[in-house]
T-cell receptor, first 114, second 114 residues
Framework: GAVVSQHPSRVICKSGTSVKIECRSLDFQATTMFWYRQFPKKSLMLMAT?????????EQGVEKDKFLINHASLTLSTLTVTSAHPEDSSFYIC??????????FGEGSWLTVV | QKEVEQNSGPLSVPEGAIASLNCTYS??????FFWYRQYSGKSPELIMF????GDKEDGRFTAQLNKASQYVSLLIRDSQPSDSATYLC??????????????FGRGTQLTVWP
């Protein structure tokens, strides 16, 4: 079974609203998680590194005020897309790193902004 | 984003043939290299990782790394129709960076026909 769970797997929201995506490590504690975005027929693009108890580190070109990341516990990181617009519609995937430096990916979350 | 380039494909091979997937990367600081397989609408699955120059074999899969040429490849022997998927090359800056912070290529779509 999945060791990293994302929720929701699919979400539709109205333009201008905010939506939160959760990433949970089920069997291990993850001090570091990562968020990616993937547009159709494109590759995964790293958005940010989420560190438990501290601020996320964003990749160049990713708006930190639009994509809010919170990593409040060792098993949960959340990505909130604020004031979502249709161009934010994408597949959002998280990954989590174990203490043994193994990376597990979540199942992904499809966001559609209408 | 660090540049990771893959031959765009699509690559089509007959069942039983060897499929060769190639990847180049721009950052000489890259320390670890990964091949993932991704089915449409799903999250990536790790096939292999390689850290050192040379070949690494795992079953039907062989990863080859040449850091001097900044080149990494994946060979799939005895290709099966079930191998049909998009193959993603990913690199990680290990030194001074966070393990798991992966930069992906656009992927090569492989089709293995019976």
């Amino acid at each position: 079974g999945a060791v990293v769970s994302q929720h929701p797997s699919r979400v539709i929201c109205k333009s201008g609203t905010s939506v939160k995506i959760e990433c949970r490590s089920l069997d291990f504690q993850a001090t570091t998680m990562f968020w990616y975005r993937q547009f159709p027929k494109k590759s995964l693009m790293l958005m940010a590194t989420s560190n438990e108890g501290s601020k996320a580190t964003y990749e160049q070109g990713v708006e930190k005020d639009k994509f809010l990341i919170n990593h409040a516990s060792l098993t949960l990181s959340t990505l909130t897309v604020t004031s979502a617009h249709p161009e934010d519609s994408s597949f959002y995937i998280c990954s989590a790193r174990t203490a043994g430096n193994t990376i597990y990916f979540g199942e992904g979350s499809w966001l559609t902004v209408v | 984003q660090k540049e990771v380039e893959q031959n765009s494909g699509p690559l089509s091979v007959p069942e039983g043939a060897i499929a060769s997937l190639n990847c180049t990367y721009s950052d000489r600081g890259s320390q670890s290299f990964f091949w993932y397989r991704q089915y449409s609408g799903k999250s990536p699955e790790l096939i292999m990782f390689i850290y050192s120059n040379g070949d690494k074999e795992d079953g039907r899969f062989t990863a080859q790394l040449n850091k001097a040429s900044q080149y990494v490849s994946l060979l799939i022997r005895d290709s099966q129709p079930s191998d049909s998927a998009t193959y993603l090359c990913a690199v990680n800056l290990h030194r001074g960076s966070t393990l798991g912070r992966l930069y992906f290529g656009r992927g090569t779509q492989l089709t293995v026909w019976p």
